[in-house]
DNA sequence: TTGGTATGTCTAAACGATTAAGCATACATT
DNA sequence: AATGTATGCTTAATCGTTTAGACATACCAA
């Protein structure tokens, strides 16, 4: 069962052909050869060598002999989601630049995947997560900060989990952009959020309660929630419902990318006019946000920053630091035509 | 210098409170308790007291004895871009249902990094690759084939290296586009690509050209080339020129997703009437086809089929198929108003 | 009794690197 | 001559698994 692939090249295989033990080749290697007062023309020697056999250190023997892998696990929702995309493609950059690589997963925002993907990294020994947590791991996030495990939570936390993350701020977010539309004149605002207990969700939507109460506005607060699974049907019914004659609302605000998107696919297929007939904020980035006939007004979140602090964060957890932090960013509203 | 964490619990460990060797362990966590004859009740113990001492084997020192790491290493060009995000999904799942982990690296087109990247990855001992070549690491692709390291090409690859590769029918796709505008009776059509020799591209240029070609309007040929590294600038620049009066063209070929996001923004700051003064067709997907006031026309690639099949391809050899695979895969024209 | 077979368990090497500790030798110092 | 110290290299254990092969015991058949 053992594989056979073409023999590569072990420091046994340098050691022989230079005629020394293979700790002197792996002190050289490894640039220990001042501390080790290793002779200099054997120095030389099996450089040349190693290099000649083209020698590649087998990073799965260090690892278990260290007990260091120099690998991040990174479990987002999907990597497919431009949002968590661009976030791994920061994470991966700034792991690089500390000597770490990264391996992945989607959980699809479920806790069962979640735990799964935890485990299978955890088997692979990684030295740390950064997690983008589901609803419904808390026990799988407890079990790594018990381990000791060096943990950063992305985008959302659980309070009553002590460990790090790296969040924006929420509600202040969500706060503003309402006011915005406030502001704007508008009074009769809907949200459209996932139907998660997630406090992502929780804190936008709070900071959409209080503005709108800030405002006397709280007869007004309407709330429909749209399930991950079903996004399009959801929201489709959501906006359907929400711009029926009756109780109707003249601005929207959607909770995120996805939602924001399909959204504006609905508002498109029946010529809903925007902002006339109803004004709309989104939440993260999107070319679509851009291209819409009345480009949005959106709330940004820094993506890179967030990346780049999980991932120091994180390291800094790996090194040893016991200090918990927990980080929340400022958003930045884009405002353009979508409220006026 | 050795890591202390929370010390992990080994097969030693349960050998020493069961009271049996670690190959028993061994044996009845894998399931071979029927071929190693192990008693009954050893097994029953073996497995209680694994389960309650929370046992997670150590990947990496089963990697080291196997020579095997159930890794697959994924380099794409950069995993911030949609195309390639959702391919990793797709990969990410099928590697997944294989029983395989994916670690992944962003190459930016550049062979530097592309060598880098491939380096890391044959540290860690991938069981082979998934790669989205580029530019000038020829060298890098023809060492991992000779070394018989399992490898697929995706998206694109070189024609003098024999290696495993899927793609997508690259030629067809722009042909048939190109026909396309030429039907709806456009004649002056330009094509903006990206400044690479890498086959994609050169196929794609190729399919413009014998489209033109095919219908007497070898004269109209007109490409711009962009850099990788200069999208924006390079792109409205190239349409400015030939979009300038004197050689004016009436349509517009985009060689990929970037490209023709990048020139849309042009488009539509300058107000250019689409697709009155300029019919357009797109590669790939992008919701802002869709929200593009004038939703366009595009090639859409079977990015789920190309990341399904590459995983398929490449654990077959993994698994010692000696055959080779190359997979053209069939693009679909996605017919909107951008072309009347 | 002898040998054969079945059953159950253990020993120890191996994967490839790291590294503490030990062994030689040469040279300088008193 | 005795001791100290610097230099240069080796030995062997270790990380946590896997697995071939040895070993031990029981039972049965001839």
New binding site residues.
């Given amino acids: 069962?053992?594989k056979k692939r073409i023999?590569?090249v072990?420091?046994?295989d340098i050691a022989e052909k230079v005629?020394?033990?293979?700790?002197?080749v792996?002190?050289v290697?490894?640039g220990q050869e001042k501390e080790?007062?290793?002779?200099?023309e054997?120095v030389l020697k099996i450089r040349k060598v190693a290099k000649q056999m083209n020698y590649v250190?087998?990073q799965i023997?260090?690892s278990?002999?260290?007990?260091v892998t120099k690998t991040i696990g990174l479990v987002v929702a999907d990597i497919a989601n431009p949002f968590f995309g661009a976030m791994a493609r920061i994470i991966e950059d700034e792991a690089n630049r500390f000597g770490y690589t990264v391996v992945f997963g989607s959980s699809d925002e479920d806790s069962n995947k979640s735990n799964i993907l935890v485990d299978t990294l955890l088997n692979r020994q990684v030295d740390g997560f950064i997690i983008v947590p589901s609803e419904g791991c808390n026990d799988c996030i407890r079990k790594l900060v018990k381990n000791e495990m060096p943990v950063v939570l992305v985008d959302r936390y659980f309070p009553d989990i002590i460990t790090n993350y790296v969040v924006l701020n929420n509600r202040g977010a969500s706060f503003e952009a309402v006011s915005h539309l406030i502001e704007k004149g508008f009074r009769q605002i809907g949200m459209i959020a996932y139907r998660s207990t997630m406090i992502h969700m929780q804190e936008r939507i709070r900071g959409y309660e209080e503005a709108m109460r800030a405002n006397g506005l709280e007869k007004n607060i309407r709330i429909k929630y749209v399930r991950y699974d079903n996004v399009n049907v959801d929201t489709e019914k959501a906006i359907r419902e929400m711009t029926a004659r009756g109780a109707k609302i003249d601005a929207l605000f959607f909770a995120n990318n996805t939602l924001s998107i399909a959204g504006l696919y609905y508002i498109n297929k029946n010529n809903i006019k925007i902002p006339e007939s109803l004004g709309l904020i989104a939440f993260d980035e999107s070319e679509a946000f851009d291209f819409f006939y009345c480009p949005l007004t959106y709330v940004k979140q820094p993506v890179d920053e967030m990346g780049k602090e999980a991932v120091n964060v994180l390291v800094e957890q790996i090194n040893g630091s016991k200090k918990i932090a927990h980080i929340e960013l400022m958003h930045q509203l884009v405002k353009r035509q979508s409220c006026r």
């Fill in positions: 069962m053992i023999k590569r072990s420091l046994k005629g020394v033990s293979t700790a002197l792996s002190y290697l490894n080790k007062r290793v002779g200099a054997v250190p087998n023997a260090r278990l002999r260290k007990g």
